[in-house]
Protein backbone atom coordinates (compact mmCIF):
# COMPACT_ATOMS: atom_id res chain seq x y z
CA UNK A 1 0.00 0.00 0.00
CA UNK A 2 2.75 2.43 0.32
CA UNK A 3 4.27 1.70 -2.16
CA UNK A 4 1.04 2.13 -4.72
CA UNK A 5 0.99 5.43 -2.80
CA UNK A 6 4.02 6.81 -3.58
CA UNK A 7 3.29 5.62 -7.02
CA UNK A 8 -0.33 7.50 -7.34
CA UNK A 9 1.62 10.48 -5.86
CA UNK A 10 4.07 10.67 -8.45
CA UNK A 11 1.31 10.45 -10.71
CA UNK A 12 -1.11 12.69 -8.96
CA UNK A 13 -3.65 10.13 -9.54
CA UNK A 14 -6.48 11.01 -7.10
CA UNK A 15 -8.41 7.68 -7.34
CA UNK A 16 -5.49 5.40 -6.96
CA UNK A 17 -4.41 8.06 -3.52
CA UNK A 18 -7.08 7.26 -2.11
CA UNK A 19 -7.23 3.80 -2.95
CA UNK A 20 -4.06 3.44 -1.01
CA UNK A 21 -4.51 5.25 1.95
CA UNK A 22 -8.17 3.12 2.53
CA UNK A 23 -5.67 0.11 2.30
CA UNK A 24 -3.21 1.90 4.72
CA UNK A 25 -6.22 2.59 7.07
CA UNK A 26 -7.73 -0.83 7.02
CA UNK A 27 -4.27 -2.32 8.14
CA UNK A 28 -4.10 0.20 10.86
CA UNK A 29 -7.83 -0.66 11.83
CA UNK A 30 -7.41 -4.53 11.63
CA UNK A 31 -3.96 -4.39 13.68
CA UNK A 32 -5.18 -2.36 16.66
CA UNK A 33 -2.96 0.77 15.43
CA UNK A 34 -5.83 2.84 15.97
CA UNK A 35 -3.71 6.25 16.17
CA UNK A 36 -2.21 5.79 13.06
CA UNK A 37 -5.69 4.15 11.51
CA UNK A 38 -7.00 7.67 12.76
CA UNK A 39 -3.86 9.85 11.04
CA UNK A 40 -4.43 7.78 7.92
CA UNK A 41 -8.16 8.41 8.27
CA UNK A 42 -6.97 12.32 8.05
CA UNK A 43 -5.40 12.23 5.74
CA UNK A 44 -7.50 10.59 3.53
CA UNK A 45 -9.96 13.38 4.11
CA UNK A 46 -7.49 16.06 3.69
CA UNK A 47 -7.36 14.32 -0.22
CA UNK A 48 -10.95 14.07 -0.72
CA UNK A 49 -11.71 17.45 -0.09
CA UNK A 50 -10.12 18.28 -3.03
CA UNK A 51 -11.74 15.73 -5.48
CA UNK A 52 -14.77 16.23 -7.75
CA UNK A 53 -16.58 13.28 -6.21
CA UNK A 54 -18.48 14.40 -3.04
CA UNK A 55 -18.56 10.68 -1.70
CA UNK A 56 -15.43 10.80 -1.04
CA UNK A 57 -15.14 12.95 1.77
CA UNK A 58 -18.23 11.46 3.21
CA UNK A 59 -16.22 8.02 3.04
CA UNK A 60 -13.60 10.17 4.98
CA UNK A 61 -16.29 10.43 7.88
CA UNK A 62 -16.74 7.33 8.10
CA UNK A 63 -12.71 6.16 8.41
CA UNK A 64 -12.36 9.14 11.19
CA UNK A 65 -15.60 7.62 12.87
CA UNK A 66 -14.90 4.16 13.12
CA UNK A 67 -11.02 4.89 14.28
CA UNK A 68 -12.54 7.33 17.21
CA UNK A 69 -15.03 4.83 18.24
CA UNK A 70 -11.99 2.85 18.31
CA UNK A 71 -10.16 5.08 20.89
CA UNK A 72 -12.91 6.38 22.95
CA UNK A 73 -14.44 9.54 21.66
CA UNK A 74 -17.92 8.32 21.12
CA UNK A 75 -19.11 12.15 20.24
CA UNK A 76 -16.76 12.93 17.51
CA UNK A 77 -17.32 9.34 16.44
CA UNK A 78 -20.96 9.46 16.32
CA UNK A 79 -20.53 13.76 14.69
CA UNK A 80 -18.32 11.94 11.56
CA UNK A 81 -20.74 8.82 11.17
CA UNK A 82 -24.06 10.67 11.11
CA UNK A 83 -22.24 13.49 9.03
CA UNK A 84 -21.46 10.94 6.53
CA UNK A 85 -24.96 9.38 6.57
CA UNK A 86 -26.21 13.02 6.13
CA UNK A 87 -24.50 13.25 2.66
CA UNK A 88 -23.42 9.91 1.58
CA UNK A 89 -24.86 8.90 -1.98
CA UNK A 90 -24.16 5.27 -2.80
CA UNK A 91 -22.93 3.85 -5.99
CA UNK A 92 -22.11 -0.02 -6.66
CA UNK A 93 -18.47 1.09 -7.74
CA UNK A 94 -18.14 2.46 -4.27
CA UNK A 95 -17.98 -1.85 -3.61
CA UNK A 96 -15.26 -1.88 -6.18
CA UNK A 97 -13.04 0.37 -4.84
CA UNK A 98 -13.22 -0.20 -0.61
CA UNK A 99 -14.82 -3.64 -0.58
CA UNK A 100 -18.21 -2.66 1.20
CA UNK A 101 -21.38 -1.11 1.29
CA UNK A 102 -20.03 2.16 3.00
CA UNK A 103 -23.31 3.20 4.18
CA UNK A 104 -24.49 -0.31 5.62
CA UNK A 105 -20.50 -0.24 7.60
CA UNK A 106 -21.61 3.13 8.61
CA UNK A 107 -24.45 2.28 9.91
CA UNK A 108 -23.02 -0.82 12.12
CA UNK A 109 -20.82 1.07 14.09
CA UNK A 110 -23.40 4.16 14.81
CA UNK A 111 -25.62 1.16 16.07
CA UNK A 112 -23.11 0.43 18.42
CA UNK A 113 -21.66 4.42 19.09
CA UNK A 114 -25.94 4.78 20.17
CA UNK A 115 -26.20 2.24 22.76
CA UNK A 116 -22.95 3.04 24.34
CA UNK A 117 -24.55 6.53 24.27
CA UNK A 118 -27.62 4.99 26.12
CA UNK A 119 -30.00 5.02 23.61
CA UNK A 120 -30.55 1.01 23.09
CA UNK A 121 -33.96 1.29 21.07
CA UNK A 122 -32.64 3.55 18.66
CA UNK A 123 -29.97 1.46 18.20
CA UNK A 124 -31.71 -1.76 17.90
CA UNK A 125 -34.11 0.40 15.59
CA UNK A 126 -31.14 1.20 13.71
CA UNK A 127 -29.63 -2.68 13.38
CA UNK A 128 -33.16 -3.96 12.44
CA UNK A 129 -33.49 -1.58 9.54
CA UNK A 130 -29.94 -2.30 8.22
CA UNK A 131 -30.08 -5.79 8.41
CA UNK A 132 -33.04 -5.57 5.92
CA UNK A 133 -31.25 -3.50 3.67
CA UNK A 134 -27.84 -5.32 3.62
CA UNK A 135 -29.90 -8.64 2.59
CA UNK A 136 -31.58 -6.41 -0.20
CA UNK A 137 -27.80 -5.00 -1.52
CA UNK A 138 -27.11 -9.07 -2.29
CA UNK A 139 -23.54 -8.20 -1.56
CA UNK A 140 -22.69 -11.15 1.06
CA UNK A 141 -19.49 -9.27 2.65
CA UNK A 142 -21.64 -6.51 3.49
CA UNK A 143 -24.41 -9.09 5.08
CA UNK A 144 -22.00 -10.52 7.02
CA UNK A 145 -20.46 -7.20 8.32
CA UNK A 146 -23.97 -6.11 8.95
CA UNK A 147 -24.57 -9.28 11.47
CA UNK A 148 -21.28 -9.36 12.79
CA UNK A 149 -20.20 -6.34 13.54
CA UNK A 150 -23.57 -4.60 14.46
CA UNK A 151 -26.55 -7.13 14.88
CA UNK A 152 -24.99 -9.74 16.82
CA UNK A 153 -23.20 -7.18 19.22
CA UNK A 154 -25.57 -5.07 19.82
CA UNK A 155 -28.54 -7.87 20.31
CA UNK A 156 -26.53 -9.27 22.85
CA UNK A 157 -25.90 -6.00 24.73
CA UNK A 158 -29.20 -5.01 24.92
CA UNK A 159 -30.76 -8.65 25.91
CA UNK A 160 -32.52 -9.34 23.33
CA UNK A 161 -31.56 -13.21 23.54
CA UNK A 162 -33.96 -14.50 20.78
CA UNK A 163 -33.28 -11.81 18.54
CA UNK A 164 -29.85 -12.43 18.90
CA UNK A 165 -30.10 -16.33 18.74
CA UNK A 166 -31.58 -15.83 15.07
CA UNK A 167 -29.13 -13.00 14.05
CA UNK A 168 -26.58 -15.94 15.05
CA UNK A 169 -28.15 -18.55 13.04
CA UNK A 170 -28.26 -16.21 10.09
CA UNK A 171 -24.52 -15.65 10.16
CA UNK A 172 -23.93 -19.81 10.70
CA UNK A 173 -25.88 -20.10 7.82
CA UNK A 174 -24.26 -17.49 5.62
CA UNK A 175 -20.79 -18.51 6.26
CA UNK A 176 -21.91 -21.96 5.85
CA UNK A 177 -23.33 -20.68 1.96
CA UNK A 178 -20.63 -19.10 1.04
CA UNK A 179 -18.02 -21.61 2.84
CA UNK A 180 -16.55 -18.53 4.65
CA UNK A 181 -14.59 -19.98 7.72
CA UNK A 182 -13.82 -16.33 9.19
CA UNK A 183 -17.44 -15.40 9.56
CA UNK A 184 -17.92 -18.72 10.61
CA UNK A 185 -15.46 -18.39 13.42
CA UNK A 186 -16.76 -14.90 14.61
CA UNK A 187 -20.08 -16.48 14.62
CA UNK A 188 -18.93 -19.29 16.92
CA UNK A 189 -17.59 -16.89 19.38
CA UNK A 190 -21.41 -15.22 19.37
CA UNK A 191 -22.76 -17.97 19.95
CA UNK A 192 -20.49 -18.93 23.00
CA UNK A 193 -21.39 -15.56 24.17
CA UNK A 194 -25.44 -16.50 24.01
CA UNK A 195 -25.04 -19.52 25.86
CA UNK A 196 -23.22 -18.09 28.49
CA UNK A 197 -25.76 -15.30 28.61
CA UNK A 198 -28.44 -18.52 28.91
CA UNK A 199 -26.88 -20.13 31.80
CA UNK A 200 -24.69 -23.07 30.18
CA UNK A 201 -21.61 -21.47 31.32
CA UNK A 202 -19.40 -24.60 30.45
CA UNK A 203 -20.85 -25.21 27.19
CA UNK A 204 -20.77 -21.18 26.10
CA UNK A 205 -16.64 -21.33 27.32
CA UNK A 206 -15.92 -24.02 25.16
CA UNK A 207 -17.12 -23.08 22.48
CA UNK A 208 -15.83 -19.41 22.90
CA UNK A 209 -12.55 -20.29 23.71
CA UNK A 210 -12.29 -22.93 21.04
CA UNK A 211 -13.43 -20.03 17.88
CA UNK A 212 -11.12 -17.36 19.13
CA UNK A 213 -8.52 -18.86 19.37
CA UNK A 214 -8.70 -19.81 15.95
CA UNK A 215 -10.21 -16.36 14.83
CA UNK A 216 -6.95 -14.41 14.00
CA UNK A 217 -7.10 -11.14 15.85
CA UNK A 218 -7.33 -8.95 12.81
CA UNK A 219 -10.54 -10.47 11.45
CA UNK A 220 -13.21 -7.92 13.47
CA UNK A 221 -10.59 -6.40 15.69
CA UNK A 222 -12.87 -4.69 17.63
CA UNK A 223 -14.68 -7.53 18.36
CA UNK A 224 -11.46 -8.79 20.12
CA UNK A 225 -11.09 -7.14 23.17
CA UNK A 226 -15.03 -7.95 24.09
CA UNK A 227 -14.55 -11.27 23.37
CA UNK A 228 -11.72 -12.19 25.85
CA UNK A 229 -14.00 -9.70 28.30
CA UNK A 230 -16.56 -12.16 27.61
CA UNK A 231 -14.50 -15.16 28.32
CA UNK A 232 -12.94 -13.86 31.61
CA UNK A 233 -16.62 -13.01 32.88
CA UNK A 234 -17.63 -16.38 32.28
CA UNK A 235 -14.48 -17.53 33.90
CA UNK A 236 -15.39 -15.62 36.76
CA UNK A 237 -19.37 -16.97 37.47
CA UNK A 238 -17.77 -21.02 36.30
CA UNK A 239 -15.39 -20.42 39.96
CA UNK A 240 -12.67 -20.01 37.65
CA UNK A 241 -11.89 -16.34 38.94
CA UNK A 242 -8.22 -16.21 38.70
CA UNK A 243 -8.15 -17.49 35.16
CA UNK A 244 -10.73 -15.23 34.57
CA UNK A 245 -8.53 -12.40 36.13
CA UNK A 246 -5.34 -13.34 33.89
CA UNK A 247 -7.07 -13.14 30.85
CA UNK A 248 -9.12 -9.86 31.76
CA UNK A 249 -5.89 -8.54 32.24
CA UNK A 250 -5.02 -9.24 29.22
CA UNK A 251 -7.39 -7.17 27.98
CA UNK A 252 -6.29 -4.24 29.65
CA UNK A 253 -3.15 -4.63 28.54
CA UNK A 254 -4.37 -4.80 24.94
CA UNK A 255 -6.28 -1.91 25.86
CA UNK A 256 -3.30 0.24 26.90
CA UNK A 257 -1.25 -0.64 24.29
CA UNK A 258 -3.46 -0.33 21.20
CA UNK A 259 -5.12 3.12 22.94
CA UNK A 260 -8.65 1.22 22.14
CA UNK A 261 -11.01 2.77 24.58
CA UNK A 262 -14.05 2.40 23.72
CA UNK A 263 -14.68 -0.87 26.12
CA UNK A 264 -12.24 0.20 28.97
CA UNK A 265 -14.91 1.02 31.69
CA UNK A 266 -16.28 -2.57 30.83
CA UNK A 267 -13.00 -4.35 30.83
CA UNK A 268 -12.57 -2.32 35.01
CA UNK A 269 -16.02 -3.40 35.86
CA UNK A 270 -15.12 -7.19 35.20
CA UNK A 271 -12.09 -7.47 36.56
CA UNK A 272 -13.56 -5.61 39.44
CA UNK A 273 -16.30 -8.13 39.76
CA UNK A 274 -13.78 -11.00 39.26
CA UNK A 275 -11.85 -9.97 42.35
CA UNK A 276 -14.90 -10.29 44.62
CA UNK A 277 -15.30 -13.51 43.19
CA UNK A 278 -11.92 -14.77 43.87
CA UNK A 279 -12.19 -13.45 47.66
CA UNK A 280 -8.84 -12.45 48.35
CA UNK A 281 -7.99 -10.19 51.30
CA UNK A 282 -8.81 -6.74 51.00
CA UNK A 283 -11.35 -7.83 47.47
CA UNK A 284 -14.19 -5.20 48.38
CA UNK A 285 -11.55 -2.55 48.39
CA UNK A 286 -9.91 -3.44 45.42
CA UNK A 287 -13.17 -4.36 43.79
CA UNK A 288 -14.52 -0.86 45.05
CA UNK A 289 -11.41 1.02 43.15
CA UNK A 290 -11.58 -1.10 39.65
CA UNK A 291 -15.72 0.15 39.69
CA UNK A 292 -14.83 4.29 40.72
CA UNK A 293 -11.75 3.63 38.18
CA UNK A 294 -14.63 2.58 35.46
CA UNK A 295 -17.07 5.13 36.51
CA UNK A 296 -14.34 7.86 35.46
CA UNK A 297 -13.98 6.30 31.79
CA UNK A 298 -17.59 5.79 31.27
CA UNK A 299 -18.44 9.35 32.53
CA UNK A 300 -15.54 11.08 30.44
CA UNK A 301 -16.60 9.37 27.29
CA UNK A 302 -20.45 9.82 27.60
CA UNK A 303 -20.64 6.10 27.80
CA UNK A 304 -24.39 6.12 29.65
CA UNK A 305 -24.73 2.22 28.93
CA UNK A 306 -21.02 1.45 30.74
CA UNK A 307 -21.78 3.89 33.21
CA UNK A 308 -25.24 2.18 34.13
CA UNK A 309 -23.43 -1.97 34.54
CA UNK A 310 -20.69 -0.30 36.89
CA UNK A 311 -23.25 1.74 38.81
CA UNK A 312 -25.19 -1.77 39.29
CA UNK A 313 -22.22 -3.38 40.52
CA UNK A 314 -20.83 -0.82 42.54
CA UNK A 315 -24.04 -0.45 44.53
CA UNK A 316 -24.28 -4.44 45.09
CA UNK A 317 -21.01 -4.16 46.34
CA UNK A 318 -22.11 -1.16 49.03
CA UNK A 319 -25.56 -3.21 49.79
CA UNK A 320 -23.94 -6.15 50.45
CA UNK A 321 -21.30 -4.82 53.07
CA UNK A 322 -23.99 -2.96 54.70
CA UNK A 323 -23.56 1.02 53.58
CA UNK A 324 -27.48 1.21 52.49
Known amino acids: WTAALKIAEVLDDADYRLRALWGLYVDCITSGRYPAALAAAERFC ?62 SFHSLILWLQGFADQAMHSVESQVVDARASGHPRSVSTALLQSACPVALLVGDLSLAERYIKEVMDHSARHAAEIWNLVGRCFAGVLLVKRGDIGAGLELLRSALARKPQSVFAILHTPFLAEMADALGRDGKAAEGLSIIDEALARSERDEERWCVAELLRIKGELILRESAPQAATAAEEHFLQSLDWARRQGSLSWELRTSTSLARLQHDHGRI
Open 46 to 107: TFAAKTTDPADGAIGDRLVGTALLALGDLEGARRHVERMLGRYVARRSHIIRFQFDQRLLAH
